[in-house]
């Protein structure tokens, strides 16, 4: 928020050794293993949601691979992966039946068995207690705005900036905020975070790697009685309500109290500018093998937030003079396996050792190719080459073929120790480039929610308590605010007020139904960065708000 009056703020600053942006879980497992390596470092975490785990959204099935090297008594310590699962089962789904695909057709790893169901939420904010126990500095709240140079190096951020006027300028209650600086900044902001994209840039971290892919992750979390309720259940789709050109796919799983958590992703190369995944998702739940699970529940929560799914292809030169990037910041997601919280830790890990050692040697604000050096020797890094191609076969060749070949794709590089015969098959255009022209595509109606199994964006939007103050400015930024109306809306159909789950984009006429205008309802923005992303003329800036804004998400 501060890039337009920032140089001219005098700021006190704290010093640290390593200062981490996000408290995921590449940030939290970062900063516990710096404190195992030397309880002397003095670490910071910054968190813009208002409590940690506040904008943490996942399915999520967790592969405890990671939090065991760096926790291995986790469960003496109760980690809250509370309910281990005890069913897996894929399904292709048509208009109203479906076909169950042997779990022992598929690669060995992607059986779920030995995983936990768990609310990620819930499991970072016991992450941040195991830090704190251990002298972590932990600042919820406080949003990282902008990046802190010295010269060509990161050497900190600035942090807690509230009080902007609608204007952009410093209101009377303006507080500019500190600096908080560190010999190392570690980057663990999530999928398309904005200090991260801005480093990208300043460094040219892309410029040889694929071009980033994303989808979009709808989710709510039911509570439902006995009668339907399965411990342990995992359940993923594919097909309807998607056609065969349109990826992405379900999944549902029982844990906890009662609770089933049910979500759906839409990759976002979709080709159809007038498709909602918002409305995709409440279509999908009626689905019989899907409202079954349903049945006399009700709905307590909702969210939305982008995925990383470019893998290995797309991850980004790791490190940069006085940082590196973490997590879902990098990339470091398996798409078949819809897991990253195991990477995203051993992500973290790996930085940590990095740094301690950097530090141990009397270095600062350096480049820190010992990470990249790591990954390059790591189990993650096999892992994500072995499942390379699954995603551009899927975006190449459909979901019925490409499901296919993937599958067999994976077996034989699995099986052959990361050879493929297909070598590495590259992604193609941007999510963005592979919006088509609305004339080319039908408008889709989609059935009005019933209130029961489906519902409307904003009544959605309020069970993910999300709150921003209204008297700052919007964090969303248009780069020329006439696309929306002179371009997008012609040529697209404005895409905006379809693909946002939050219903923050709308285009609203007169009486006579001329004049149209393009409207941001900002307060509404549950952080899911799809705009950034899928915008056809990547005319949309998602820029963090003040600190503690957005969704307050509980149990996801």
Not at 154 to 173: I, Q, R, S, T, W
């Amino acid at each position: 928020m501060s890039e337009d009056v920032g140089q001219s703020i005098q700021r006190e600053a704290m010093e640290y050794d390593v200062v981490i942006v996000g408290a995921g879980p590449s940030g939290l497992a970062a900063a516990i293993r710096l404190k195992q390596l030397d309880a002397n470092l003095t670490v910071a975490v910054l968190e813009k949601g208002a409590e940690v785990g506040a904008h943490i959204l996942s399915g999520a099935v967790i592969d405890p691979k990671g939090l065991s090297e760096l926790l291995p008594n986790w469960k003496e310590l109760g980690a809250p992966l509370e309910t281990p699962v005890t069913k897996d089962v894929f399904l292709l789904l048509g208009p109203q039946g479906s076909l169950e695909l042997p779990m022992w057709a598929m690669p060995p790893f992607m059986d779920n068995h030995g995983n936990y169901i768990a609310s990620l939420g819930n499991v970072c904010r016991w992450l941040a207690g195991q830090a704190e126990g251990l002298g972590v500095e932990i600042y919820p709240g406080m949003a990282a705005s902008a990046p802190v140079f010295e010269g060509d190096k990161l050497v900190g951020v600035v942090a807690g900036e509230f009080g902007f006027g609608k204007d952009g300028k410093p209101g009377p209650n303006y507080e500019p905020g500190m600096e908080l600086r560190g010999k190392y900044v570690f980057i663990g902001e999530g999928v398309r975070g904005s200090l991260a994209k801005v480093l990208k840039a300043k460094y040219g971290l892309g410029k040889d790697a694929d071009k980033e892919k994303y989808g979009i992750g709808i989710k709510e979390l039911w509570q439902v009685p006995d009668a339907v309720f399965t411990p342990g259940l995992v359940q993923h789709t594919t097909g309807w309500p998607l056609d065969d050109k349109t990826g992405g796919g379900s999944f549902l799983y029982h844990f906890g109290d009662n609770y089933v958590a049910i979500g759906f992703v839409t990759h976002l190369n979709y080709k159809n500018p007038w498709l909602s995944p918002f409305d995709e998702f409440q279509r999908f739940k009626h689905h019989p093998e899907v409202a079954k699970y349903l049945e006399g529940g009700k709905r307590i929560a909702y969210g939305a937030r982008a995925i990383s799914e470019g893998g290995l292809q797309s991850i980004p030169k790791l490190y940069f003079p006085g940082g590196v990037l973490l997590g879902d910041s990098a990339g470091f997601v398996n798409v078949p396996r819809i897991k990253g919280s195991h990477a995203a830790i051993k992500s973290g890990i790996m930085a940590a050792e990095a740094a301690f050692h950097a530090i141990q040697a009397g270095r600062s604000g350096d480049e820190l190719a010992e990470y990249k050096a790591a990954f390059d020797g790591s189990w993650l890094k096999k892992e994500l080459n072995v499942v390379r191609n699954a995603k551009p076969m899927l975006s190449k060749f459909g979901t019925a073929i490409g499901g296919a070949v993937s599958m067999f794709d994976m077996w034989t590089t699995h099986l052959l120790g990361g050879f493929s015969f297909f070598g590495t098959m590259k992604h193609g255009k941007s999510d963005a480039e592979s919006t088509g022209a609305a004339k080319d595509y039908k408008p889709i109606v989609y059935p009005k929610p019933d209130g029961v199994l489906s519902f409307d964006k904003l009544s959605s939007v309020f069970l993910s308590s999300t709150n921003h103050d209204e008297a700052q400015p919007a964090h969303l930024k248009l780069r020329d605010p006439s696309i929306p109306i002179s371009v997008n809306l012609p040529k697209y159909g404005e895409p905006a007020r379809l693909y946002c789950p939050a219903g923050v984009y709308e285009v609203l006429y007169d009486e006579a139904g001329q004049n149209p205008k393009f409207q941001i309802n900002f307060q509404n923005c549950v952080h899911c960065k799809t705009c950034d992303i899928k915008d056809p003329s990547q005319n949309i800036d998602w820029t963090t708000p003040q600190g503690g804004d957005g969704p307050n998400y509980p149990n996801m």
